[in-house]
C-alpha cells in the first residue's frame, strides 16, 4: 500500500512538474512574441517580469505597418470605443496613426457639444490631442479635415458610429476619401464607417462585411458575406466594434502578405472579469477587453456597488458611467460578446484573472471591496490593474514586498503599504500581480495579463 502511495505521490509531483513546466515554456514563448515588436522585457532573479525601455507606452519600430502612415477618418458622433481600440493598438505594429477630423461636417455636433468645430464621440470623446494618452506619441497626431493632404496616407480607416451617416452629407469629406482611394491607399471601414465608401463607389462589386446599417445596401452593390472581416484587394470591411482587432490584423496583412498573427485565440478557455464601480478610464477598459476578446478570452463584467453614482442623474439606474461617457451595458459591443454578472452573483470559479481599469474606479474599489481583493488572491486569481487601479491593491495590503507600475498618483498607496512604485516601467508581472501605468501603457499591460494566463496552462 505504503509503495503504491509512493509512487502515486512521484507520479502526481511529476505530472506536477510538468504541466508548470509547460506553462512556464508557453508563457515564456508568448514573451518572444511580445519582444518581436521592439519592446524590451526583462526578467530579474527574483522572477518579475517587466516590460521597459524607450519604446514603453510609444510606438513600436518593428512590424507590419512599420513607416506606414494610417489615417483614421472621424465625423462628429464617431465610435469612441473604435477610437479607443485604434489610438492604443496600431502603433504595436510599426504604423504611425493620424486622427483626420471633419471640421466640415454639416451637422456640427449633435449631444453634448452643439457648435464645435471638432467632432466628439458618441459617448464624448474629442480626438484633438487626446488628453487620456497623456505625453505618448501614438495619439497626439491630428489634422483638421479642410487642411489634411489626401496624397500622404498608405492607409484611411473610417470608423463606425454615426460618425459614416455625417460625412456623406459632407461633400470635402467624400471628395477627400475619393482622392485618398484614387492614389492607391488602403481603404478600411467598421460597420456604418462603410457609408462614405458606399457613397464614392469604391464597394462596387467587392466582397465585404458590415453591420445592419449598411449590409441591405451591400447586398445589392457589392458580394456581401457574413463574417467578422473581410478583404478585397485594397478594400477592408469590418462588422462592428467587437470587430476592431480583426480589421487591424486585416491592415496589417495588406501590407505584409506573410503576416502572420500569433495572438488570435491564444487565451482561449481563460475567463478575465473586468471590475467596475463607477467612473473608471474609459480607454483602460476599452482597449484591452476588445483585444483580450480577439486573443480567444471570455470576458465577464463584473458589477460592484460603488460609493456614488459618478453621474447624479444615473442615480437608482443599473448603468455604470465611465470617465469620459462610455457605460456598462456597453452600447457598442452586443451581450452576445461578454456577461455582466453582479457582484452578489460572481463566484471565484467564474474567472482566472481579474483587473481594475484606472480613473476614479478603483477609489470606489478601494472604499467598499477591499475583502473581495483579498478573497480573489488568496483563491489563486491573478490580480491585474493599471494606472490609479495600485490604491485599492495596496488598501487591501497585497502590495507588500512587490514591484508594482502605475500612476504618479499611486506612490504613497504603494510604497505606505510595502510595495514599490516603479515609474519606468510600462507593465510589471510580480507573482500573481499583474500591472500597467497608464492609458498609452494599455497595449503592454495587455500583454502582461496574457503573459501571467499562459503561465497557468
Known sequence: MKSCFKKSLVLFTFMGFLVLFCGLAQAGDYLEIARKTGITITEDADGVITWTGEFGGQNKPNGPLKGKKIGVLAASEF?????????????????????????????????PNVGAMLPHGMWGLNLDEPRVMGGSNKADKWVALSKADPLKYDAMLIIGGH???????????????????????????????????????????????????????????????????????????????????????????????????????????????????EDWEDIEMSGPMIELMYRGANIVIGLFEPQMKARAALLGLDVRTGNFGCTVPIQEIPLSYYKIIKEEDLKMSDFDLFFIPGAFNPWQIAVKHRQFLRDAYAAGKYVAFICHGAIPIAAADLVRGKKVAGWMACYDSVTIMGGVHVTDAAA???????????PPQVPEFTDAMTAALLMDQ
Open 428 to 438: 510589471i508581472i510580480d507573482g500573481r500581480l499583474v500591472s500597467g501605468q497608464t
Open 163 to 277: 460618425s459614416g451617416d455625417v460625412m456623406c452629407a459632407d461633400p470635402m469629406a467624400t471628395e477627400f476619401l475619393k482622392k485618398v482611394a484614387d492614389n492607391g491607399a488602403v481603404i478600411a471601414g467598421i460597420g456604418a464607417g462603410i457609408m462614405p465608401m458606399i457613397r464614392i463607389g469604391i464597394m462596387n462589386g467587392k466582397k465585404c462585411t458590415g453591420n445592419a446599417t449598411v449590409d441591405y445596401m451591400l447586398k445589392e452593390i457589392a458580394d456581401f458575406r457574413s463574417a467578422s472581416v473581410i478583404t478585397d484587394g485594397k478594400i477592408i470591411t469590418g462588422r462592428d466594434t467587437a470587430d476592431s482587432a480583426a480589421v487591424l490584423r486585416a491592415l496589417c496583412q495588406a501590407f505584409d502578405a506573410n503576416f502572420v498573427d500569433e495572438h488570435k485565440g491564444i487565451l482561449k478557455g481563460k475567463t478575465v472579469m473586468i471590475m467596475i464601480t
Open 79 to 111: 465610435s469612441d470605443h473604435q477610437a479607443y481600440y485604434f489610438m492604443s493598438f496600431i502603433g504595436e505594429f510599426g504604423g504611425e496613426l493620424e486622427f483626420v477630423l471633419d471640421d466640415n461636417h454639416l451637422w456640427k455636433e449633435t449631444r
